[in-house]
């Protein structure tokens, strides 16, 4: 079926350093997506989305990348923080206005 | 502003009991949705009720049923549920579910067990 999926499952940074959470989609009709962050406990909530019609969107401290040719998107953290610790998930609109979630990246921030 | 919020935050029921969820927004949004997440996993579309009329039902078994009363109100009534229903259950909304309008906002959460 219809999935947006991601590469790593974890991902441990130290403090300051920059993190990149990647995702992989299959399905090339998908032309909107969503990053959110999830913390413990805490409902997702939206971090920075991005068209089809743009390969680039920077928010604070965060860009995210779309490549339509191979399908793929990347959230950028730059100077991660401990705040930053949450599960990640990408999203993807599908036709018939449907999002379907990637299975998230839980990003561990090291103090 | 961009706040869901969804009473209660948590919940635990017995398989015969009847509950309520609740879920409010004042946005203007006209499109609401239910997700079901279980932990470790991600958020699984339920319902979506487009200007207050159910659009979707992800198959969803009949002890699970939603209503939206007005624009700014979804509820999701539970009844004889089992043990394995037991999840975090998410309410969303959108501007609309028109091009430009499908970005989604979602709220705390109720977290439900079911003993």
């Known amino acids: 079926g219809e999935n947006v999926g991601l590469h790593l499952p974890t991902l441990s940074v130290q403090e300051g350093d920059n993190s990149i959470i990647n995702c992989a989609y299959s399905n090339s009709a998908s032309d909107y997506f969503i990053w959110y962050k999830q913390e413990s406990g805490k409902g997702p909530q939206f971090i920075i989305d991005?068209?089809?019609?743009?390969d680039k969107r920077q928010g604070q401290r965060v860009t995210v990348l779309l490549n339509k040719t191979v399908k793929h998107l990347s959230l950028q953290i730059a100077a991660t923080q401990p705040g930053d610790s949450a599960v990640y998930f990408c999203?993807?609109?599908?036709?018939?206005?449907?999002?379907?979630f990637g299975t998230g990246t839980s990003l561990t921030v090291i103090p | 502003d961009t706040e869901v919020t969804q009473t209660p935050k948590h919940l635990v029921m017995g398989m015969t009991n009847k509950k309520s969820l609740k879920c409010e927004q004042h946005m203007g949004h006209r499109a609401m949705y239910w997700y079901k997440q279980k932990a470790k996993k991600p958020p699984e579309l339920m319902f979506v009720y487009s200007y207050e009329k159910l659009s979707i039902n992800e198959s969803v078994p009949s002890r699970f049923s939603p209503e939206c009363p007005n624009s700014s109100l979804l509820n999701l009534h539970l009844h004889a549920l089992q043990p394995e229903d037991s999840a975090l259950y998410l309410c969303a909304s959108s501007l609309s579910q028109g091009q430009g309008e499908e970005t989604q906002y979602f709220g705390p959460g109720t977290r439900l067990l079911v003993l």
């Open positions: 991005i068209r089809s019609n743009m």
């Open positions: 999203a993807g609109l599908l036709p018939g206005n449907q999002f379907y």
